[in-house]
């Protein structure tokens, strides 16, 4: 059976913090691969004015995970009804790839309200999740909290900042152009 960690996320733009936290996961949970999940609409996040074209953050994930070993960018849910229920793509992803054990990574900010989330209980029962920490929310495994935001990289291309050492340096250009 293939362990597969579930990342989902906007990744508006994808960042270094992202990539270096699912390497981790990766490797402290023995974990065969981890799939960036590129949301097209977070249910929690409906009114987002600053989120880029789905296919635009897919790309750029893609191009920043190229040679990173066992991480990938994933566009399930772009075949899925929106918004994007993490229920609900469990759901089709265990019905798609019976082989397949599928773990869902989120944030301690978000385990804090997971009872929010849409049919919780069942995805606790039939998934492992794994918490990582983040702000002042303790997570379930030992990962350095990684100081970078999507939110802060687009202030700062907005205000002509620099983006180095934020993002990957194949998608600085993309990045600048898009945000």
Not at 43 to 60: F, T, V
Not at 143 to 148: A, E, R
Request: aromatic share 10%.
């Amino acid at each position: 059976m293939k362990r597969i960690g579930i990342f989902g996320g906007s990744f508006n733009p994808i960042h270094l913090g992202h990539i270096a936290l699912a390497q981790a996961v990766l490797r402290q949970c023995a974990l065969d691969e981890v799939w960036l999940m590129v949301s097209p609409q977070n249910p929690l996040k409906r009114n987002d004015a600053d989120l880029l074209d789905d296919h635009l953050r897919l790309e750029m994930a893609q191009k920043a995970l190229e040679g990173v070993e066992g991480v990938k960018a994933c566009d399930y849910e772009f075949r899925l009804p929106k918004p994007s229920y993490t229920w609900n793509t469990l759901q089709h992803l265990s019905k798609d790839y019976p082989d397949y054990q599928f773990s869902l990574l989120i944030g301690g900010d978000n385990w804090a309200h997971f009872q929010r989330w849409r049919n919780w209980q069942e995805i606790m029962e039939h998934h492992d999740i794994i918490v990582y920490p983040r702000d002042s929310y303790p997570g379930t495994i030992d990962v350095p909290l990684f100081d970078v935001s999507s939110t802060e990289i687009r202030q700062r291309v907005r205000a002509g900042e620099s983006i180095e050492g934020m993002v990957p340096k194949a998608i600085v250009p993309l990045v600048k152009k898009f945000y």
